[in-house]
T-cell receptor
Framework: DADVTQTPRNRITKTGKRIMLECSQTKGHDRMYWYRQDPGLGLRLIYYSFDVKDINKGEISDGYSVSRQAQAKFSLSLESAIPNQTALYFC???????????FGQGTRLTVV | AQSVTQLGSHVSVSEGALVLLRCNYSSSVPPYLFWYVQYPNQGLQLLLKYTSAATLVKGINGFEAEFKKSETSFHLTKPSAHMSDAAEYFCAVSKGSGGSYIPTFGRGTSLIVHP
């Protein structure tokens, strides 16, 4: 089983719909991150969380919200999806001493 | 602000040729530096990392990178490219204060390997 699991892997949704992307991890890490990947732009940070009670905005948080339900779970929501949120979304984790990030397989989201 | 710059969105080499992917970071203090690889339809996985120990870092699959403070560079090299090396490569930096290390990524370089 993967250490960082994202669901769904692929999703097509309509403009204006609410959608949630889920991430769970078995690495026991406190820190979790949501990134979006767009061609030519690399990975950009949406939100991050250092523990269950700590949520922080990243560089592109507008239009997104998150929930840290437990140490192992970190969900990303699009309250009202728009076409320019079409992208590949990654969840990642890290611990406080080893700053390497561990990634899920990604969720490919298409907003039509 | 902490950032990394990857020179060249695409690099094309022949199989067996030297691979050189360039990365420069902006920081007054040596940070933690990483190279990640992304194969098609997969997440990112770590190739190697620099954490202020040896300046020449060896990673998986024959890749290595050298930290050069005077040039603020952390270029990735491999002596002989294989077809299986074709992928997207990301340079990343992780630096903060008070333990707030946030992984920050470059825009990526697509490595194309010709037979």
């Amino acid at each position: 089983d993967a250490d960082v699991t994202q669901t769904p892997r692929n999703r097509i949704t309509k403009t204006g719909k609410r959608i949630m992307l889920e991430c769970s991890q078995t690495k026991g890490h406190d820190r979790m991150y949501w990134y979006r990947q767009d061609p030519g732009l690399g990975l950009r940070l949406i939100y991050y969380s250092f523990d269950v009670k700590d949520i922080n905005k990243g560089e592109i948080s507008d239009g997104y919200s998150v929930s840290r339900q437990a140490q192992a779970k970190f969900s990303l929501s699009l309250e009202s999806a728009i076409p320019n949120q079409t992208a590949l979304y990654f969840c990642a984790t890290s611990d406080t001493t080893n700053t390497e990030a561990f990634f899920g397989q990604g969720t490919r989201l298409t907003v039509v | 602000a902490q950032s990394v710059t990857q020179l060249g969105s695409h690099v094309s080499v022949s199989e067996g040729a030297l691979v050189l992917l360039r990365c420069n970071y902006s920081s007054s203090v040596p940070p933690y530096l990483f190279w990640y690889v992304q194969y098609p339809n997969q997440g990112l996985q770590l190739l190697l990392k620099y954490t202020s120990a040896a300046t020449l870092v060896k990673g998986i699959n024959g890749f290595e990178a050298e930290f050069k403070k005077s040039e603020t560079s952390f270029h990735l090299t491999k002596p002989s490219a294989h077809m299986s090396d074709a992928a997207e490569y990301f340079c990343a930096v992780s630096k903060g204060s008070g333990g707030s290390y946030i992984p920050t990524f470059g825009r990526g370089t697509s490595l194309i390997v010709h037979p």
